[in-house]
């Protein structure tokens, strides 16, 4: 079974590199792989002999370091309170951040808060003793579900701590079928597991894992921290006026498609320049902002008054009607001025972030491909989040938060939702296990 998964990883290269010809990430996930145990072996040297110069050999320790690996960029803002804790609590200690997708990457390689970043090199034997013989991590964090055989063998064999943080597992993952007898062995590579629910925890007991804690999602520290620490943006500001927010996040050409249709049909009013408007404003932030898909949102709004974030100055947006982010990153600061959040993904492989809006207190809607995600079943179950499937049922959604108590009521769910589970972070950090693992 060992042969057959390293086998499946060449298969995977090679259709990556195939990719790569056309797909603009693929080829990023290419390049930024290339030379990469060189770029690693120059980056760990500059720094260890800038801090002692007497020390240049990758086999001398100046301190520990230690290893978080994270999958994209939202399992990045899933780490990021253990990491920027941790460097409270272990100022000595050096992290190592490493991503496997470009999305994760791209965005974060200059990421403060971590000394080295870099693509984590593919799963295979040679690949895993190559990359931990040089970095030679003291502990590692694997964040939410990171599953790579060959590193986690190699960090066994080696005796160094392995953790998956804010881990989650369902009752349809391959770990839990009758033929999947290797794949959970491959958990005893697991010093611990930290997990979002109890569900998890009676999973993997019941398939003889009793190294567990259940700690919450550290996401919740996140975006609580994010909501605490907000920046005014002040074009957006300009932009939202007195008038309602409807904010689209991450949203893909189907979310798109249906907040236009309800956009398109509101019904206008009169203000007293006698210029048409409507009772919302519209932000929409896409998760791909590739010139294409912005053209293609653009064009399904050709009744209204549109701006792009790029083009947008304090003359030309107070009378825009929606705006459109055409860069990263600032989509967690956006929902302090909604009023309610279409978050995307629904239609497609699973919704994303919604606890970014929840946090600020706003009603959530997003489309019928939820159920892999814990907080969208609660809040839904709750009252402060929506689903729907097509543009009937979101007429109906706003119809319904059209009543400002029910708004309300929808809003304090949501924020209370989040602050209520936040905390997973210094379950973590006073582990007895976790402080064991570090030697500064």
């Excluded at 947008?312 to 990263?328: G, M, P, R, T, Y």
Aim: hydrophobic share 40%.
């Amino acid at each position: 079974m060992k042969y057959i998964y390293t086998f499946s990883i060449y298969f995977f290269l090679l259709a990556i590199r195939i990719a790569s010809l056309f797909n603009l990430k693929a080829k990023q996930w290419i390049i930024g792989r290339k030379n990469i145990f060189q770029k690693i072996h120059s980056s760990l040297i500059a720094h260890r002999s800038s801090l002692n110069t007497h020390h240049s050999s990758l086999n001398t320790h100046h301190s520990s370091l230690i290893w978080f690996h994270c999958a994209s960029l939202g399992e990045f803002e899933q780490g990021r309170p253990l990491i920027e804790k941790f460097k409270i609590q272990y100022p000595t200690s050096k992290i190592l951040l490493t991503f496997f997708s470009p999305s994760g990457y791209e965005v974060r390689k200059n990421y403060a808060g971590a000394d080295y970043i870099f693509y984590l090199p593919i799963d295979t034997p040679s690949n895993a003793r190559k990359f931990i013989e040089l970095v030679k991590p003291q502990a590692v964090f694997f964040v939410k579900y990171e599953f790579w055989f060959n590193y986690m063998n190699e960090l066994q064999k080696r005796n160094i701590p392995t953790y998956l943080v804010s881990g989650i597992f369902r009752e349809d993952h391959y770990f839990f079928k009758s033929y999947s007898s290797w794949f959970r062995k491959q958990l005893k590579c697991f010093t611990h597991f930290y997990l979002q629910d109890e569900r998890s925890a009676e999973l993997l007991r019941s398939i003889g894992f009793t190294n567990t804690l259940v700690t919450g999602d550290t996401r919740f520290d996140r975006v609580f921290e994010i909501s605490k620490n907000v920046k005014t943006i002040d074009l957006v500001k300009q932009f939202a006026g007195d008038k309602k927010i409807l904010i689209g996040g991450s949203t893909w050409k189907e979310d798109e498609k249906l907040i236009a249709d309800w956009f398109n049909n509101q019904e206008p009013l009169i203000t007293n320049n006698q210029q048409p408007t409507t009772n919302f404003k519209l932000i929409i932030a896409p998760h791909e902002i590739d010139e294409a898909h912005i053209q293609s949102i653009i064009q399904q709004f050709s009744n209204s008054t549109i701006i792009r974030y790029s083009k947008a100055n304090e003359q030309n947006i107070k009378d825009a009607q929606v705006l459109i982010i055409d860069n990263i990153g600032m989509l967690s600061s956006l929902y302090q001025y909604g009023t309610i959040a279409f978050i995307g993904g629904g239609f497609g492989k699973g919704v994303h972030n919604i606890l970014e809006a929840g946090t600020f207190g706003l009603p959530i809607i997003f489309g019928p491909n939820y159920q892999k995600f814990t907080e969208a079943k609660e809040l839904i179950r709750l009252g402060g989040a929506f689903t729907v499937k097509d543009s009937t049922e979101l007429e109906k959604i706003f119809q319904l938060l059209n009543d400002k108590a029910v708004l309300q009521t929808a809003s304090h769910i949501a924020k209370h939702y989040v602050q209520s589970r936040v905390g997973a972070t210094d379950k973590i950090l006073t582990s007895v296990s976790f402080k064991e693992a570090i030697r500064s």
